[in-house]
């Protein structure tokens, strides 16, 4: 099994609850954010992106918010379900010059029936 | 995985050993990346590509190298393992137009040095 979600912090919902998912980062000077799930054994996946001249963001069942105040970003899952089960990351950058990606440490979502 | 292949998938090797990971993306993207992952660090950025022939380092690239003899190849080699090295290794690719530039990662090899 994919050993790097040892450690993470765990978000447990009950299917069809909604989940929010939060992340801080470092840099007040980004201006990009990004979203990914990781499944087990898999790579990280792309789920939404936001800039930072918006404060919210809505995908299929997703929405990305930013607060810049307090460098936070959050990750809404509507009706959570199994499929959702995953480690998300959260990725900041500077947008201009090379596209160097900061990642935050993950968190674990575990959906239950 | 958005075009991406990497191989091989799994790989156990020795201490002191060469070993040479490779990313095969379809997508004719111009960046390529590659990143390792591990428990308590997230994922970090070894080496990257802006184009053929042209590499950088990333924040974790000693003992690493890489070379990109194509747009679509993009290896890192381990000269000589150590158990540090011991990772799960992520290939990323992203257009290099315009910005924002999303990465797109590959399925992942996971390494096992002895």
């Known amino acids: 099994g994919e050993s790097v979600g040892l450690h993470l912090p765990t978000l447990s919902v009950q299917e069809g609850d909604n989940s929010i998912i939060n992340c801080a980062y470092s840099?007040?000077?980004?201006?990009?954010f990004i979203w990914y799930k990781q499944e087990s054994g898999k790579g990280p996946q792309f789920i939404i992106d936001i800039r930072s001249n918006m404060d919210k963001r809505q995908g299929q069942r997703v929405t990305v918010l930013l607060n810049k105040t307090v460098k936070h970003l959050s990750l809404q899952i509507a009706a959570t379900q199994p499929g959702d089960s995953a480690v998300y990351f959260c990725a900041e950058t500077v947008l201009g010059g090379y596209n160097k990606l900061i990642f935050g440490a993950g968190t674990r979502l575990a959906v239950h029936p | 995985d958005a075009g991406i292949t990497q191989s091989p998938r799994h790989k156990v090797t020795e201490t002191g050993t060469p070993v040479t990971l490779r990313c095969h993306q379809t997508e004719n993207h111009r960046y390529m990346y590659w990143y390792r992952q591990d428990p308590g660090h997230g994922l970090r950025l070894i080496h990257y590509s802006y184009g053929v022939k042209d590499t950088d380092k990333g924040e974790v690239s000693d003992g690493y190298s890489v070379s990109r003899s194509k747009t679509e190849d993009f290896l890192l080699t381990l000269e000589s393992a150590t158990s540090s090295q011991t990772s799960v290794y992520f290939c990323?690719?992203?257009?290099?137009?315009?910005?924002?530039?999303?990465?797109?990662f590959g399925p992942g090899t996971r390494l096992t040095v002895l």
């Open positions: 840099n007040s000077a980004s201006d990009y």
């Open positions: 990323a690719i992203s257009e290099g137009r315009g910005r924002p530039d999303t990465q797109y």
